[in-house]
């Protein structure tokens, strides 16, 4: 079965304190890894799709990675207003089209 | 930016009653799925649609669920006969196309949330 998996569930940070999050996924053969933003009461946001070891994607601040067992969003110099829930999910090889969303990662950064 | 629109954004319903929650895709993508989340759990797929039927459906998307394009522009999920556990947040979403390697990305709505009492 597919599974993802995130860490930490939740993270403050002060803000221009740069950090890592980590989505862990087991996938029988990825056909894509996609990060999403989520912001209280309203439905992800896309960010991201990447779909082979050593890819990266970057947006502002944003900077996604990704290996053949994880997955990586590098926060730089963060600001207030990134803070929201940052969910992954993968779609699987083999005709499925469903996304397997991780729980997310809440991120709180402080002024 | 086009986005996915859905309505409405809170229905209250009793058990036992008939819901339709409705969605307006992105007007040129032709991928339309609906997925759920429960307070506080992950975001789950519920079904997938494209020319005008069912590609795919999950477990939970039993018999009681339905989903429908009525017209050109409309994306329907209805349920039934509702139970206190369907209460959730029901988000739609759309995508170009799925092909080869390549994927489009799925836009969602920000979703209905549906409360069952």
């Known amino acids: 079965e597919d599974q993802v998996t995130q860490s930490p569930e939740a993270l403050r940070l002060q803000e221009g304190e740069s950090s890592s999050l980590n989505c862990s996924y087991t996938v029988s053969g990825l056909r894509g890894l996609f990060w999403y933003r989520q912001d209280p009461g309203k439905g992800p946001e896309f960010l991201f799709t990447?779909?082979?070891a050593g890819e990266e994607k970057e947006k502002e601040r944003l900077k996604a990675t990704l290996t053949k067992k994880e997955s990586f969003l590098h926060i730089t110099a963060p600001k207030p207003e990134d803070s929201a829930t940052y969910l992954c999910a993968v779609q699987a090889r083999g005709g499925s089209e469903k996304l397997v969303f991780g729980k997310g990662m809440k991120l709180t950064v402080n002024p | 930016e086009p986005e996915v629109t859905q309505t409405p954004s809170h229905q209250v319903t009793q058990m036992g009653q008939e819901v339709i929650l409705r969605c307006v895709p992105i007007?040129?993508?032709?991928?339309f799925y609906w997925y759920r989340q429960i307070l506080g759990q992950k975001v789950e797929f519920l079904v997938s649609?494209?020319?005008?039927?069912?590609?795919?459906k999950s477990e939970i998307f039993d018999d009681q669920f339905s989903v429908e394009r009525p017209d050109g522009s409309n994306f329907t999920l209805k349920i039934r006969s509702t139970k206190l556990e369907d209460s959730a947040m029901y988000f739609c979403a759309s995508s170009e196309r799925v092909w080869g390697s390549y994927n489009s990305p799925l836009h969602f709505g920000n979703g209905t949330r549906l409360t069952v009492t």
């Open positions: 649609f494209y020319n005008n039927e069912i590609s795919e």
């Open positions: 007007s040129n993508h032709l991928y």
């Open positions: 990447l779909y082979s």
